[in-house]
């Protein structure tokens, strides 16, 4: 069964389309990650290019004593500074002497020679324990399978977006043993939105608004059926179908987090997640980048 690592990119700046409260105080960051801590929650998910999220993971492990494993990213590297400086700045964010997992943010820095070396010195010096690459399409993953010098992996996965699943690429990852991370299972939030504000909050999509509202209806009609919520489906089809190590769960606050742990820790009938498994397989838009990829939103 995979894990929760807690995705912290809504404790450093306003992130998601569902966001209604906004980046959470100092005081409500750190009541997160207590309750992260306090529920056996093992890796937070991070980068440096996450406004402050790595500081503050830093000030609660220095004022709290208490330690997670973290997973941050590399940003672009403008040409005045290296690797080096992003990885001992992230450290020293992060009050940590070790890095858990050092994630390329982009497939590009795959290709550069230099980033790949000093990684790999790092990693030899104990400074990274782990390197991997954060991906977002099928084209990304060939590209990563191919070079096979990865320990892990960050995926987009979630019931519309199957693209992984269906072109065999999800297996291919297992079969290199790779450590997988998959974000993006709520979709930015986008399964929770009320049908009618769509158009509102996703004005751009104009042409794409009534094929994702008759999904999302087609979702909710299931959930009211089965009395069952929609995040107790989400988590459980993740968790009954064994996708990846982990799944990343941002929250903006402390409730929310609550929840979602008290979701996954719920049982939910094999045969509500069987006929869900039925429906999700009716959903055809794993292939329409538009609806799938927040970055074009």
């Known amino acids: 069964m995979p894990k929760i690592a807690l995705g ?43 406004g402050d999220s790595e500081e503050r993971i830093g000030q609660y492990i220095n004022s709290t004593k208490r330690n997670f494993k973290i997973c941050t990213k590399l940003p672009h590297i403008p040409n005045q500074k290296n690797v080096s400086y992003y990885i001992n700045e992230s450290l020293k964010r992060l009050s940590k002497t070790k890095i858990d997992f050092y994630l390329l943010h982009n ?26 690459v954060s991906v977002y399409d099928v084209n990304d993953v060939e590209i990563v399978l191919e070079k096979g010098i990865f320990d892990c992996i960050q995926i987009p996965m979630n019931i519309f977006d199957r693209r992984l699943l269906k072109s065999g690429h999800l297996e291919k990852i297992k079969n290199q043993n790779l450590e997988i991370f998959i ?44 009395n069952t919520s929609i995040q107790d489906l989400i988590l459980g ?13 941002g929250v903006e606050t ?27 397989n009716t959903i055809e838009i794993s292939d329409d980048s538009i609806i799938i990829d927040p970055r074009r939103w």
């Open 8 to 50: 912290t990119a809504q404790i450093g700046l306003n992130y998601g389309i569902h966001n209604k409260s906004g980046k959470p105080s100092e005081a409500e960051a750190f009541s997160i990650l207590n309750t992260a801590y306090d529920n056996g929650i093992e890796v937070l998910d991070t980068a440096y290019a996450y």
């Open 107 to 132: 497939i590009i820095q795959v290709n550069n020679k230099k980033i790949i070396d000093d990684l790999f010195r790092f990693k030899k010096d104990g400074s990274i324990d782990k390197i991997g």
């Open 183 to 226: 974000r993006s299972i709520y979709l930015q939030g986008l399964f929770f939105l009320e049908l009618n504000k769509i158009n509102e909050v996703l004005s751009v999509w104009d042409r794409y608004a009534c094929p994702l509202q008759s999904y999302l209806k087609s979702l909710n009609d299931f959930s009211h059926e089965f």
């Open 237 to 249: 089809w993740f968790k009954y179908n064994e996708y990846g190590n982990y799944i990343i769960i």
């Open 254 to 280: 402390n409730a929310q987090l609550q929840n979602n742990l008290d979701s996954f820790n719920k049982e939910v009938d094999n045969e509500i997640i069987n006929k869900f498994n039925q429906f999700v």
